[in-house]
C-alpha cells in the first residue's frame, strides 16, 4: 500500500471514530488544542523560522513570505479562533421538520459531515490549525497538504495537536499532514476518491487550476481575490478613502485585500485629488484608465482588457466609470466572485448593488478586509468558496457539513 493511500484511509478510518463523540467532548479537545499551541508558541516559531530562512533563500516574493510568517501574536489568534469554534453552535446533528406525506410518513433532514476534508495549500501554515479544528468540531477528519515552503511550520502545529488528539485516546489520523510535497505525491492523492469526499484548494491560481483539472474528488475552488471598492456618486468621501486605505495597505498579501478601485466621474476630480496624496503617502503603485491616470505621478496606462489583476501587494488598478451600472458591468467582466465593496449614502443603490453583484461577499461601506470567517463570526475558516455548488463565501462549519433525509412510519408500504 503506498504512503497517500494509507493515509487517506487511515484519515477515513479515524473519522468514523470521531462521528461518535459528543459536542462537549470535541470542545474539551478543542480547548486543550487551544491551550497547546500557546504552550509550545517558541517550538512553533521556531520551526516556522526555519522555512522563513528557505524562503528569504529562495528569493520569494514578499507576499508569500508574509503568508507563511508565524509570530506570538498569529499563534495567540490561531487559539483565539479555535475558541471561537469551540463557542459556536455544534451543526452536526442538528434536525429540521421536512413534511409529513399523506401516507403518514414523516420527513426530517439531518446535519452530518461531508467525511474526509483534503486541505491543498501553499505558504499558509496558519490553515493547519484553522481547518483542523473546524474539521474535527464539524466531524471530518482532514488530510492536509501545504506546501514545501511551510513544510516544517505545519508539521510542528500539526504535531502539536496531535499530541492533544492522544491524551484524549484519538487517532492522530484526524488531522494529517502530507510530509512530502512531491508534485506525484499530490497526483496520486486527489485520485483517492475512495477514502476522500472533498478537496479544497488554497493558493494562487495555478494550483486552483491544477487541482481542479486533475482531481477525481468533487473540488470547492478558494480563487484568487480580485476584489474592488466602488465609491458612487453619493459615497461619503472621507470613509471612501478610509475603506481604500484599509483594503489596499493594512495586509497586501490577503485575497481579501482590495486590487481594483472603481470611482463614479461625478466625483472622480474630487476624489481622485485625495487618493493621489494618501496613496503616494503609502508607496502604492497605480494603474489606471487615461481618465484617472492624469491624477497620478507615474501612473501606468491600462488598456480596457488590462484590469483583473491580483497584484497582492502596493499596487492597484484604477477606473472611472460613468455610472452605476458601468461600475456593474467592470465588476461583472473582472472579479472574481471574491468580496466587492460600495461606499455610498444612497441606501437603494446600495440596495441594488449587493443585489446585483455576483460575489460571495457583497459590502456597503465597510472594509473588504472583513471578508474573513473570523471576522463574520465563523471563527475560523478553511476557505472562501468562489464557486457555487454547496458553499459560496468563507466557510466554517455548517459548509463542512451536508443534511440527510430521515424518514420514519409505522410500516406503510408503496401501492
Avoid: W
Avoid at 38 to 65: G, H, P, V, W, Y
Avoid at 314 to 336: C, K, M, N, T
Amino acid at each position: 500500500m503506498s504512503l497517500i493511500t494509507d493515509i487517506s484511509r487511515q484519515a477515513a478510518k479515524a473519522a468514523h471514530q470521531l462521528a461518535l463523540l459528543d459536542t462537549e467532548s470535541k470542545n474539551k479537545v478543542l480547548l486543550d488544542m487551544a491551550a497547546a499551541l500557546r504552550q509550545q508558541k517558541a517550538f512553533i516559531t521556531k520551526e516556522n523560522e526555519s522555512d522563513l530562512a528557505a524562503a528569504r533563500d529562495n528569493n520569494l516574493a514578499a507576499a508569500m513570505i508574509d503568508r507563511l510568517t508565524l509570530n506570538d501574536e498569529r499563534i495567540e489568534a490561531m487559539a483565539e479562533g479555535i475558541e471561537v469554534i469551540v463557542s459556536l453552535e455544534d451543526p452536526v446533528g442538528q434536525l429540521r421538520d421536512i413534511t409529513e406525506r399523506p401516507n403518514g410518513i414523516k420527513i426530517r433532514k439531518m446535519r452530518v459531515p461531508l467525511g474526509v476534508v483534503c486541505m491543498i495549500y501553499e505558504a499558509r501554515p496558519n490553515v493547519t490549525a484553522d481547518a483542523g479544528a473546524l474539521c474535527f468540531k464539524s466531524g471530518n477528519g482532514v488530510i492536509l497538504r501545504g506546501g514545501k515552503e511551510a513544510l516544517k511550520s505545519s508539521q510542528a502545529i500539526a504535531s502539536v495537536m496531535h499530541q492533544v488528539l492522544e491524551q484524549h485516546n484519538l487517532p492522530a489520523a484526524l488531522i494529517s499532514v502530507i510530509p512530502d510535497p512531491d508534485r506525484g505525491l499530490l497526483m496520486e492523492l486527489m485520485q483517492q476518491r475512495d477514502s476522500i469526499d472533498l478537496i479544497i484548494p488554497r493558493g494562487g491560481e495555478g494550483l486552483i487550476n491544477f487541482v481542479t483539472d486533475n482531481s477525481t474528488i468533487p473540488v470547492i475552488q478558494h480563487f484568487k481575490g480580485v476584489c474592488h471598492l466602488y465609491v458612487d456618486k453619493d459615497a461619503d468621501l472621507e470613509v471612501a478613502i478610509n475603506l481604500l486605505l484599509n483594503g489596499k495597505t493594512q495586509r497586501t498579501g490577503v485575497c481579501n485585500a482590495l486590487e481594483g478601485l472603481v470611482v463614479h466621474q461625478d466625483v472622480a476630480d474630487e476624489f481622485l485629488n485625495l487618493c493621489a496624496v494618501v496613496l503616494r503617502q503609502e508607496g502604492v503603485k497605480i494603474n489606471a484608465d487615461s481618465q484617472a491616470a492624469q491624477y497620478f505621478d507615474n501612473a501606468t496606462v491600462l488598456a480596457p482588457e488590462q484590469f483583473g489583476e491580483e497584484y497582492l501587494d502596493l499596487e492597484i488598478a484604477i477606473r472611472v466609470v460613468p455610472d452605476f451600472a458601468g461600475a456593474i458591468d467592470h465588476i461583472a467582466q473582472f472579479g472574481s466572485n471574491h468580496t466587492e465593496v460600495i461606499c455610498t449614502k444612497n441606501q437603494a443603490a446600495a440596495e441594488l448593488f449587493q443585489r446585483s453583484v455576483d460575489a460571495s461577499v457583497v459590502m456597503v461601506n465597510t472594509s473588504s478586509r472583513f471578508s474573513d470567517g473570523s471576522q463574520l463570526g465563523l471563527g475560523a475558516e478553511i476557505g472562501i468558496a468562489t464557486s457555487k455548488l454547496h458553499a459560496y463565501g468563507p466557510m466554517g462549519l455548517e459548509s463542512l457539513t451536508t443534511e440527510k433525509y430521515l424518514v420514519n412510519g409505522v410500516g406503510q408500504i408503496r401501492e
